[in-house]
């Protein structure tokens, strides 16, 4: 079983940058997408960026132009840079992976079933 740890979050003032991780405890081939999501209090979980094996992204609307995500197979880890950060962008990111060929590329947190713990970014105004 892969096991997935995030890491790179923290606090920033609006209009800064961060880079989350993903390091994977196995193969990453395996998962057919990755993905992140975050959830802030009181709301549901959301889908931020997901990313194919092959390199496909898909972007919720809130974030497109600002966070890009990305994966390194040969190092098992997955990436999101987040660049404009906003105060509304304050949640708890988690990254995910999924083992079924969803088409087109998911972004809804049921397809996923492999979850991290989660990493904390707040953004301040």
């Known amino acids: 079983q892969v096991q997935l740890v995030e890491s790179g979050g923290g606090s920033v003032q609006a209009g800064g940058s961060l880079r989350l991780s993903c390091a994977a405890s196995?193969?990453?081939?395996?998962?057919?997408?990755m993905g992140w999501f975050r959830q802030a209090p009181g709301k549901e979980r959301e889908g931020v960026a997901s990313?194919?094996?092959?390199?496909?992204?898909r972007y919720v609307d809130s974030v497109k132009g600002r966070f890009t995500v990305s994966r390194d197979n040969a190092k098992n880890t997955l990436y999101l840079q987040m660049n404009s950060l906003k105060p509304e962008d304050t949640a708890i990111y988690y990254c995910?992976?999924?083992?079924?060929?969803?088409?087109?590329?998911?972004?809804?947190?049921?397809?996923?079933?492999?979850w991290g713990q989660g990493t904390q970014v707040t953004v301040s105004s």
């Open positions: 990313i194919s094996r092959l390199g496909t992204e």
């Open positions: 995910a992976g999924s083992r079924v060929n969803y088409l087109p590329l998911p972004l809804e947190p049921p397809k996923f079933d492999t």
């Open positions: 196995g193969d990453t081939w395996s998962f057919y997408s």
